[in-house]
């Protein structure tokens, strides 16, 4: 096992696109994290899951933006009609179980132009 | 409000010079206090938690109740040091993490 893993790395999208991000746990890790880093930023935290469920989610996400994780395996987060505000490094960590460290993934680079 | 604050963006020490990497947060509760760091080119990986009390790759951080702080210190530093360190906290009740802004250190040579 690698790690957590990301696809994809990069993604250039025009104002209004809508995009999707994957993120592929360590396996047998239970909870999935997603977090949003700009630029001058630590990492923002934006929502995580329990297996399937979704536990918790920042007020940083809007109404168009959607996390899954149909399976308890792994996850994936839409924006829609995205805007130039969203242009961010997308991190996602697993962990396994509740308290436990948190590992991240290399990171979804987006630019909306 | 939950926060934490890392005072300095950019910190330069010289190779074999002790180093202190600055940390205070805000939290109504006992919150768990980390120190995550990112090499160039890597994903951001944990360095040290304080309930682990451990000293990693020589680093070492107190946390101070009284104070609210939690640096992170090494006595003498080395070039591999150089990277960008976040200081973070979560929760008694969850599991999210509240991160600084992360502080840049630059070890001379």
């Known amino acids: 096992d690698t790690g957590v893993s990301q696809d994809p790395r990069h993604k250039i999208t025009k104002r209004g696109q809508n995009v999707t991000f994957r993120c592929d746990p360590i396996?047998?890790?239970?909870?999935l994290y997603w977090y949003r880093q700009t630029l001058g930023q630590g990492p923002e935290f934006l929502t995580y899951f329990q297996n399937e469920a979704q536990l918790e989610k920042s007020r940083l996400l809007s109404d168009r933006f959607s996390a899954e994780r149909p399976k308890g395996s792994f996850s994936t987060l839409e924006i829609q009609r995205t805007e130039q505000g969203d242009s961010a490094m997308y991190l996602c960590a697993s962990s396994l179980e509740h308290r436990e460290t948190q590992y991240f993934g290399p990171g979804t680079r987006l630019l909306v132009l | 409000a939950q926060r934490v604050t890392q005072p300095e963006k950019l910190l330069s020490v010289f190779k074999g010079a002790p180093v202190e990497l600055k940390c205070n947060y805000s939290?109504?509760?006992?919150?768990?206090l980390f120190w995550y760091v990112q090499y160039s080119r890597q994903r951001l990986q944990l360095l040290l938690r304080?309930?682990s009390r451990e000293s990693i790759k020589g680093f070492t951080a107190d946390l101070n109740k009284g104070e609210t702080s939690f640096h992170l210190k090494k006595p003498f530093a080395q070039e591999e040091d150089s990277a960008m360190y976040y200081c973070a906290l979560s929760g008694s009740r969850d599991d999210k993490i509240i991160f600084g802004k992360g502080t840049r250190l630059h070890i001379l040579p």
């Open positions: 304080h309930i």
């Open positions: 396996s047998e890790h239970n909870r």
């Open positions: 939290y109504s509760g006992s919150p768990e």
